[in-house]
């Protein structure tokens, strides 16, 4: 759809009032009150909504993802005039071992509510909450609960302790300078009556109001949509309730299940209870489809058909996260969030060339003709530098690059959108161990989708460790030639080195030419000629050390001289890419 402004306000349908809809997060540690907090806000309730699953209810815990919206006037500052605001609330579990499900419900948020138990303040899993909203959120506000757990004398000031106490800890985030508002969703706790009266939640409205915003929403590309809860309607069909990741639905249309690889056609929508004929990004909507078993899909995405990948592999784009302590290594296995879904992965991190570490970051894009270098670990101010960055770092200053790269492989595929959101975290880190287990964050660029991707598609991806080899010249062959050792064991072919160049430490440049003998001794010709410092050099170093007797100084003394003359080195240097079969030896 050409033209459309991917910022408008939804197009009301005739008759119908203007409606905008904005998802609200509400996230923050275990009982901090975060299902309270939506329900004292919300106005209208799902079938998803305040833990109505019988295993939340059990447990006295949010096991899932729970939704419930909260209906007011349009705020004048947005400037659409008169209208409705619906602020849907998406109130996400808060037990550190649910921390898949909240990564999920933060990539459909449009502003976040971090809820802080004000008797406790920050904990472990609040900051994790605050790392997922600086990566999918653009704004926030605390809300510090359970005020009427303070002594009222002291409650005033133990308020503004903690809000101080707030602004300090989101000082160097994106987030310095937002909202603090203190409430008491529910006066009294879980055992008080219904009807308790709410403390401060009228004003934290405003506030929601005051921070509301016209998000990005384009009705354009295809459609994809986050299903969280699924369900039967006695002949009516199968009812899929999520939020509108991209594009828009109308009734009619054909839906793709791409888990279950089957293709369903809409035969009606609502919203909040409300029926609707058309949704679009960033609508929360309930898609009623022709019957299918709702225990196959109790999450996932559904889309316009054929628009997803199922990829065994991808590289993406990634930044570490930098409340994770220790480093990230190649090789290693984290939990990889991919949009909605959460596998096993192994990385492999490699970066630009050298030379190309001050380039400006390609945003969305990965370009399959450039040259990378493989990296031991993810580059920070904490890794130690490889061997070859110190190769081509001389300055003694640590350089990183501007922008870096992991290659993904997958235990198991994933289906996702490109340029989805991806997330590598620690999830098998002790839930009581005060660290924050979210590792890194990036963009997917590229999916693989054959599952013989290490055949046909790695080749492709060139990148190379820089080899470095060492050795000395035994003597001077001629003018033009010498004698080299200890750069190849006595078993190596020597004929795949012949062609290569190599640096003598005093300077001259020279070509293998072959094996001499059957020692791993090899010749090397010099095309400018060996020079005269060089040759007086090698004759001093190939000269036989004299014996020393015992009570000769005189001969002890010559024997030092020569001791102390430096033999010259042969350096070999040349790259290898990763995923050349061949092992191919690379020089530039």
């Known amino acids: 759809m050409a033209g459309v402004n991917p910022t408008a306000p939804p197009v009301p349908e005739p008759g119908a009032l203007l409606r905008l809809n904005v998802n609200v997060g509400v996230l923050g540690h275990i009982d901090s009150g975060k299902t309270a907090l939506a329900r004292a806000l919300s106005t209208i309730g799902s079938t998803a909504a305040f833990d109505r699953a019988p295993q939340s209810r059990a447990r006295g ?15 004048p500052h947005l400037g659409l005039g008169p209208g409705q605001l619906q602020l849907t609330l998406v109130d996400c579990p808060g037990h550190a071992s649910l921390i898949r499900t909240i990564i999920g419900g933060a990539q459909i948020i449009d502003l976040m509510m971090l809820v802080i138990d004000v008797t406790k303040g920050m904990q472990t899993q609040s900051a994790e909450c605050l790392v997922i909203g600086q990566i999918a ?29 707030m602004q300090k800890t989101l000082e160097n985030t994106k987030f310095h300078g937002c909202p603090i508002v203190a409430v008491a969703a529910k006066p009294g706790g879980p055992e008080a009556s219904e009807t308790v009266t709410p403390i401060g939640v009228s004003e934290l409205i405003e506030v929601l109001k005051s921070e509301a915003y016209l998000p990005k929403r384009d009705p354009s590309g295809s459609f994809l949509m986050a299903v969280d809860h699924c369900f039967s309607i006695k002949g009516q069909g199968t009812v899929m309730t999520g939020t509108i990741l991209s594009g828009c639905v109308s009734i009619g249309d054909n839906v793709e299940i791409p888990a279950l690889k089957v293709t369903k056609k809409v035969k009606s929508m609502q ?23 709702p225990k196959l899909l109790e999450r996932g995405l559904i889309c316009t058909p054929e628009s997803l990948q199922t990829i065994h592999a991808a590289i993406i784009s990634l930044s570490k996260i930098p409340y994770f302590r220790g480093t990230l290594q190649t090789k290693a296995k984290f939990h990889i969030t991919v949009g909605h879904e959460t596998v096993m992965g192994r990385v492999m991190f490699f970066s630009p060339a050298p030379d190309d570490f001050n380039k400006e970051p390609l945003e969305n894009d990965f370009d399959f003709k450039k040259e990378y270098l493989y990296q031991e670990e993810y580059l920070s101010k904490d890794s130690k530098p490889s061997e070859e960055n110190k190769e081509n770092d001389q300055t003694g200053e640590r350089q990183l690059p501007k922008q870096q790269w992991a290659l993904l492989e997958f235990e198991k595929p994933v289906t996702c959108p490109k340029l989805c959101l991806v997330i590598g975290s620690k999830l098998d880190t002790d839930i009581h161990a005060n660290t924050c287990r979210l590792a890194f964050h990036g963009i997917l ?57 190599v640096k003598l430490s005093t300077g001259e440049e020279g070509v293998i030419e072959g094996g001499f003998g059957q020692s791993g001794k090899f010749k090397i010709h010099i095309s400018d000629g060996v020079r ?10 190939s000269k ?25 080195r042969i350096t070999l240097l040349f790259k290898r890419y990763i995923f050349d079969a061949q092992k191919k030896m690379i020089q530039s």
């Open 544 to 568: 036989k050390k004299p014996k020393a007797g015992k009570g000769d100084p005189a001969k002890e003394d010559e024997s030092n001289k020569v001791d102390s003359v430096q033999p010259v």
């Open 271 to 293: 919203m909040f209870h409300t029926p609707v004929t058309y949704a679009m990004q960033g609508d929360r909507v309930g898609i009623c489809v022709t019957q299918f078993d």
């Open 61 to 75: 815990i949010t096991l899932d993802l729970g939704f419930s919206c909260l209906c007011t006037e349009l705020p």
């Open 137 to 165: 959120c653009q704004k926030m506000i605390v809300v510090l609960n359970k005020i009427d757990l303070l002594p009222e004398e002291k409650r005033q000031a133990d308020v503004e302790k903690m809000t101080k106490k």
């Open 445 to 501: 660029l590229e999916g693989m989708e054959d599952k013989n991707y290490i055949e046909t598609c790695l080749p492709k991806l060139k990148v190379y460790k820089l080899k470095h080899k060492d050795g000395q010249v035994e003597r001077l062959c001629d003018d033009y030639s010498v004698i080299g050792r200890s750069l190849f064991k006595k078993e190596t072919n020597i004929q795949l080195f012949v062609g290569l160049k």
């Open 532 to 541: 005269p410092e060089t040759k007086v050099l090698l004759t001093a170093t």
